[in-house]
């Protein structure tokens, strides 16, 4: 068979499947977010964004495009190379000093994106650690799942958020072996958080090193946006820390923190962070602003609660089924690929609500769903026209209602 042939099959059953993914080509408005532009023949010019991890709007806050602005004036648009041949800048060296600070570590290391920080970091600690044994929680990220089947280590699945199966399954292994557990602190797709405290306990007692992953938190939880662990008095028992600068800080790019000596370890030969270019300067530059406003600011924190709050209440009084949990995320629940999809497209092109349908394989089969993601910047008006587009949709459809 000709390769097109077998790659057109396999994107036609994902059409039928009701997974095929589009991408929507849309101009977000500076100064305006959640709105955006909506380049397409059929719908509305203008749209309200629902499903942005750009959670509390600091990519259109003054302060991060000032910084911005003033570092792309002074260096130019490009870092100039990798990190170790030309690619190093002071924002770069700025930027991890901040972040270092902002989780109480001794040193940070800056990456291209999230999924890169994660492939590279675990990666490089368990393959170079011998008989390094990696406990994972089943709904890890994809970027922590290719690191560590990247590393070739022996690693084990524990059943997601699950304590008494991280603890057989630490205590069924040789004490001798050295062992990491890495897992998330807030999991994305359900909002569900996370026990730090009771997993840094069993690290302690079976000796294992943590690996936390925070990217859905850091700037939206603690008093000074470090993230769940910030906010649980927990950072100093987390042996490394890793997050992102592309959600609530607004910009892109990836970082982990802990030791000198890790974050050493790391620089001296992690592939992904030696072979790549170093982010632009602007990039770190804004990422600095943004990290510094947050650990000063809570006002953006409060009001993206308030949010939450109004849409949960909102969904509720018109019985649209979504999962509780005490995070900022808010899954409303569709249970059907191709329905999903369908209500997508209709909420942009008869409502001008942006939110993409999230199926297999980012959930499983049967938990199909849109994602809220509610911003300071979102109005009442725009939760009330979501919500009240939802209950129109959701009797269109037939779907069940949620039962007060």
């Known amino acids: 068979m000709h390769c097109n042939e077998l790659f057109e099959r396999q994107l036609r059953q994902l059409h039928d499947d009701g997974n095929y993914r589009v991408f929507r080509n849309i101009e977000r408005k500076a100064g305006a977010f959640p709105t955006a532009k909506l380049h397409h023949k059929e719908g509305p010019d203008d749209i309200t964004v629902w499903c942005s991890n750009d959670y509390l709007g600091m990519g259109q806050n003054p302060k991060t495009l000032a910084a911005m602005k003033a570092a792309l004036e002074e260096c130019g648009a490009g870092a100039g190379g990798t990190r170790n041949i030309s690619g190093t800048n002071k924002y770069h060296v700025d930027l991890e000093k901040e972040l270092a600070d902002l989780h109480q570590k001794e040193d940070?290391?800056?990456?291209?994106?999230g999924y890169v920080s994660n492939w590279a970091a675990l990666s490089t600690i368990a393959s170079r650690i011998d008989n390094c044994i990696v406990f994972s929680d089943e709904k890890n990220h994809a970027s922590m799942i290719e690191g560590i089947r990247h590393s070739r280590a022996n690693y084990v699945i524990f059943k997601h958020n699950d304590l008494e199966d991280l603890r057989n399954k630490l205590a069924d292994v040789d004490p001798n072996h050295p062992?990491?557990?890495a897992f998330e602190s807030?999991?994305?797709m359900d909002g569900d958080i996370s026990h730090i405290r009771e997993i840094c306990d069993l690290a302690d007692e079976f000796n294992a090193m943590t690996y936390l992953d925070e990217v859905h938190a850091v700037g939206l939880y603690g008093p000074r946006g470090g993230g769940i662990a910030e906010r649980d008095g927990l950072m100093d028992r987390v042996t490394i820390i890793e997050g992102t600068l592309g959600k609530a800080y607004g910009v892109m790019g990836g970082y982990i923190t802990s030791t000198r000596v890790i974050?050493?370890?790391v620089r001296s030969f992690a592939s992904g962070f030696i072979f790549t270019t170093a982010l632009p300067p602007a990039i770190a530059a804004g990422a600095?602003?943004?990290?510094?406003?947050?650990k000063a600011s809570n006002l953006e924190r409060e009001m993206q609660r308030d949010r939450v709050a109004q849409l949960r209440a909102a969904l509720d009084k018109r019985g649209i089924p979504h999962l509780l949990n005490e995070s900022h995320i808010v899954p409303v629940m569709v249970g059907d690929a191709k329905k999903c999809k369908y209500l997508s497209d209709i909420l942009l092109h008869q409502y001008g609500v942006y939110v993409q349908p999230i199926n297999y394989p980012t959930v499983a089969v049967g938990t199909e769903r849109l994602r809220f993601t509610p911003s300071p910047l979102h109005s009442s008006t725009d939760i009330e026209h979501l919500a009240d587009a939802l209950s129109e949709l959701w009797a269109q459809c037939a779907l069940s209602r949620a039962v007060a």
């Open 179 to 181: 062992k990491l557990i």
């Open 288 to 294: 600095k602003a943004s990290i510094m406003h947050l």
């Open 108 to 113: 940070a290391l800056l990456f291209t994106s």
């Open 186 to 188: 807030v999991y994305s």
């Open 263 to 265: 974050c050493d370890f």
